[in-house]
């Protein structure tokens, strides 16, 4: 079946580590995105790509890193320069780059908790 | 950047009764979807509806674009309706090329 893979699913960062999040998606999907969801709250943007080798930042980027080596890959690092990375992270995908015509499909999500 | 108002911000229905959601945007969009977020945080895409009506089994949308609202009705409602539903609207082209998502509506199905 095709999807959204996240992993791990939880995971726990010591302070001033780097950790990072793995979404990988076979729908052959060419726009990917990763959002933040904090308790209580809906999601917000954290980047998002519309081409391989291409990707943007979103509302809240600082503290975060990507790349987009292949279509099916959009991995998120958190840095250390983030100061309050614990969140939920979740990974999206849909058919167009301007996203026009296709819902987003999302993976299961990244519990991420410093320790 | 375009505003999102979602209410209520919280509803309690006993199973089998029938509920309506409001989604509220600030300017105009040409996309807008409905999503279903399960208590264990999966995020289920329920419509895409930048504007005009769709149903789905017992859940059913409309947007008035004109008039920047959105409405999902869940009919005879069941236990594994309960999570959140967020409304989710974007402006391909214009200001917003992105979703912005509302705050979200906290439905509890009591059996």
């Known amino acids: 079946d095709g999807g959204i893979t996240q992993s791990p699913k939880y995971l726990f960062r010591k302070e001033g580590q780097n950790v990072t999040l793995s979404c990988e998606q076979n729908l052959n999907h060419d726009a990917m995105y990763w959002y933040r969801q904090d308790p209580g709250q809906g999601l917000r943007l954290i980047y998002y790509?519309?081409?391989?080798?291409?990707?943007q930042k979103g509302d809240i980027a600082e503290g975060y890193s990507v790349s987009r080596e292949k279509k099916e890959s959009f991995p998120l690092t958190v840095t250390s320069a983030q100061k309050n990375p614990t969140a939920f992270y979740l990974c999206?995908?849909?058919?167009?780059?301007?996203?026009?015509?296709?819902?987003?499909?999302f993976g299961s999500g990244t519990r991420l908790t410093v320790v | 950047g375009i505003q999102v108002e979602q209410s209520p911000p919280d509803l309690i229905l006993q199973e089998g009764a029938n509920s309506t959601l409001r989604c509220n945007f600030s300017d105009s969009v040409n996309n807008l979807q409905w999503f279903h977020q399960n208590p264990w945080g999966q995020l289920i895409n329920l419509f895409y509806?930048?504007?005009g009506t769709k149903q789905n089994g017992r859940l059913s949308a409309t947007t008035v674009a004109t008039e920047r609202y959105s409405l999902l009705y869940i009919s005879s409602s069941q236990t594994t309706d309960s999570g959140v539903y967020f409304c989710?609207?974007?402006?391909?082209?214009?200001?917003?090329?992105?979703?912005?998502f509302g705050k979200g509506t906290k439905l509890s199905v009591k059996p």
């Open positions: 790509s519309q081409i391989v080798n291409d990707f």
């Open positions: 989710a609207v974007g402006n391909y082209g214009g200001s917003q090329g992105n979703l912005i």
């Open positions: 999206a995908s849909s058919r167009d780059s301007d996203g026009s015509n296709y819902g987003y499909t």
């Open positions: 509806i930048p504007s």
